[in-house]
């Protein structure tokens, strides 16, 4: 039966743990955790060896569980960005030269086989993805919504700032009139089960999500103008500067990865 | 997946710094040409709640090839135009990569692969339907069209970048990396179908939306509910 994914992330879950939890991520400023994320995009890029990405990846399973945040789900949550993985990776594994792994396997083609250069560099491009992965959640899953709509508002220029928080704030009335239409086709004995022989039932779902989108559009369109917009979405909240003591500890991230790229990676400071 | 979103860390930093540029660039020019043209109200809308469809129906669990799920980028670009369809692919993208799906520091590239299909299919289906094409064909073509766009730049980005840590010639990598734009090539067809199915449904209650009626000229709703 189809039904709405339970491997794909559910904002409203995600932010039902950043509301109504508190743990010791959610006492931590918002621009703190915004550049705890650049710092793992760059460490992740940067970083070649297998046993430092398992290191980070391990640390930040470390700080989601501290966070009080469902291991369960996010083992749910991992299966599209394992997917992806798998998808790059796992030809690679089998096409990146070196020494076999257990023999080959005589095919028409020729002999097929994993190498220990293909195993590494799959386990190396999990860790890469699952660390952000988990951090990025982490941080949503401990970030208010106010508190997001605020660092949208700020970081994204003019007009995708409007935009992003219209669809910050559209995505859960979006995801309901989604499942209230699925829910209505199937109490009204559909089985989509199937795509191809349902595909007009699926088109009908989607195109009402679009059509029910589009008219809840023009009647936002004649509230805004009514209330005087002017361009400009105004945000009550605001996210002060972060304290002292969490600038130096992101300061520190991001000087331990440059002196790791420019001694260990790039080797451009010889040690 | 309609569209690939290429792993956290899969890039080496100087094709992380190439791709974002370009993303910036293409993004930059975008909000260049609506700042220029003054944005309305109805655009802003338009896009954010658009964005939110979008978003939204990537939840669903399409049962093709075990499951697959989809943001409907073809169809989007179809309904919101080339500026505002490639706002919505990088807000997509922004929500997507902060609920741990598609990379943060990918953001750049993932926006040039999913503009890419927007576009694609709005100038398309325009095409198309100057060319007298029935909705349906037209729809589902420029759909299949712009998401194939989207899947050969997703193909040829990853083998431009390389992949981080991995020893692998350019010609094999070409390689490996064709079966990956096979299965997304297979997975357009089926969401052009799909879109070309939407798009008919639309036409039929709102033909203002896919620009065959004057939009003025249709000022009733169709009053649709949840």
Redesign the interface.
């Known amino acids: 039966m189809?039904?709405?994914?339970n491997h794909?992330?559910?904002?409203r879950l995600?932010t039902a743990y950043s509301e109504h939890r508190e743990g010791p991520l959610h006492r931590v400023n918002p621009w703190t955790k915004v550049g705890v994320?650049?710092a793992l995009?760059?460490a992740?890029?940067?970083v070649?060896s297998l046993p430092v990405l398992a290191g980070l990846y391990a640390a930040t399973l470390v700080v989601y569980g501290i966070a009080g945040l469902p291991y369960r789900r996010l083992g749910y949550?991992y299966t599209?960005?394992l997917?992806?993985?798998v998808?790059?990776?796992g030809?690679?594994a089998f096409?990146?030269?070196g020494v076999p792994i257990g023999g080959a396997l005589t095919t028409p083609i020729g002999e097929l086989s994993v190498t220990w250069?293909g195993a590494?560099?799959f386990g190396?491009?999990t860790c890469?993805?699952l660390?952000?992965?988990?951090f990025?959640?982490t941080?949503?899953m401990t970030t208010r919504y106010a508190d997001?709509a605020y660092l949208l508002g700020r970081l994204?220029?003019r007009?995708?700032d409007?935009?992003?928080?219209?669809?910050?704030?559209?995505?859960f009335?979006?995801?309901?009139?989604?499942e209230?239409?699925?829910k209505g086709v199937l109490a009204r004995g559909a089985s989509?089960?199937?795509?191809w022989a349902n595909?007009?039932i699926?088109?009908?779902?989607?195109?009402?999500?679009?059509?029910?989108?589009?008219?809840?559009?023009?009647r936002?369109?004649k509230s805004?103008?009514a209330r005087g917009?002017d361009?400009d979405i105004t945000l009550y909240g605001d996210v002060p500067r972060p304290p002292a003591r969490e600038v130096v500890a992101v300061v520190a991230c991001y000087a331990g990865i440059v002196a790791y790229?420019l001694v260990v990676a790039y080797q451009v400071i010889p040690v | 997946m309609a569209h690939i979103h290429l792993g956290e860390g899969s890039f080496p930093l100087w094709a992380l710094v190439l791709w974002t540029t370009l993303g910036v660039a293409l993004v930059g020019a975008v909000v260049y040409r609506i700042r220029k043209g003054g944005i309305k109200t109805h655009q802003i809308a338009l896009a954010g709640i658009g964005a939110a469809a979008s978003f939204a129906i990537f939840q669903l669990n399409i049962p093709v090839w075990g499951g697959i799920h989809m943001n409907l980028t073809g169809l989007v670009g179809i309904l919101a135009g080339p500026l505002l369809g490639a706002l919505i692919a990088l807000v997509v993208n922004i929500f997507s990569a902060a609920l741990g799906h598609g990379a943060v520091g990918l953001l750049g590239a993932n926006t040039l692969v999913n503009a890419s299909e927007a576009i694609v299919a709005y100038y398309a289906f325009r095409t198309l339907l100057r060319m007298d094409w029935d909705i349906f064909p037209a729809g589902a073509s420029a759909a299949t069209l712009g998401l194939s766009a989207g899947a050969i730049l997703m193909g040829a980005i990853i083998v431009i970048s390389g992949v981080n840590g991995s020893a692998l010639p350019r010609g094999d990598l070409t390689i490996a990396v064709a079966g990956l734009v096979g299965l997304n090539l297979g997975v357009a067809v089926i969401e052009g179908i799909l879109t070309g199915f939407v798009v008919q449904f639309l036409a039929s209650v709102r033909p203002d939306l896919v620009g065959l009626v004057d939009r003025t000229t249709s000022e009733e709703s169709a009053g649709v509910t949840a």
């Open positions: 189809t039904t709405l994914s794909v992330p559910d904002p995600i994320v650049g995009v760059l992740v890029t940067v070649e949550w599209l960005p997917l992806f993985v998808s790059v990776a030809p690679l096409l990146e030269p250069a590494s560099l190396e491009l890469r993805s660390t952000v992965v988990t990025a959640l941080a949503t997001i994204l220029p007009p995708i409007q935009v992003a928080l219209l669809t910050y704030r559209f995505t009335v979006m995801i309901e009139t989604l209230d239409l699925v989509l089960s199937e795509f595909r007009r699926y088109a009908r779902i989607l195109g009402m999500t679009l059509l029910t989108a589009i008219e809840r559009s023009e936002l369109v805004m103008e917009y361009g790229t």
